[in-house]
Nanobody, 121 residues
């Protein structure tokens, strides 16, 4: 019933910026945490950034100072502003929602389908 859809991916030159967005839809009462993961070619999926419903955020060391995660609780959206992009940021980026409480009384985690980010000159 709950779905997450990412948008904003694309091709950007090194040093450029992209803003990813993720919208959660469905019978959502509350989302405890939201975040972004990424999976580069030949690599395991890794956590990039998370943000709680209170606005507390965490980042993987490799993106600290370059990426900023934000969310709008009223709209059930989460964004990832990516600045100073590097080729190693190239990956499929996945939106994640943790401990989603639905009106049906379920508490589950959900993933989006992913959006491609390619950083190349």
């Amino acid at each position: 019933q709950v779905q997450l859809v990412e948008s904003g991916g694309g091709l950007v030159q090194p040093g450029g910026s992209l803003r990813l967005s993720c919208a959660a839809s469905g019978p959502i009462f509350r989302i405890n945490g939201m975040g972004w993961h990424r999976q580069a070619p030949g690599k395991e999926r890794e956590l990039v950034a998370t943000i709680s419903s209170d606005g507390d955020s965490t980042y993987v060391d490799s993106v600290k100072g370059r990426f900023t995660i934000s969310r709008d609780n009223a709209k059930n959206t989460v964004n990832l502003q990516m600045n100073s992009l590097k080729p190693e940021d190239t990956a499929v980026y996945y939106c994640n929602a943790e401990n989603v409480l639905t009106y049906g009384g379920t508490v589950r985690n959900f993933w989006g389908q992913g959006t491609q980010v390619t950083v190349s000159s």
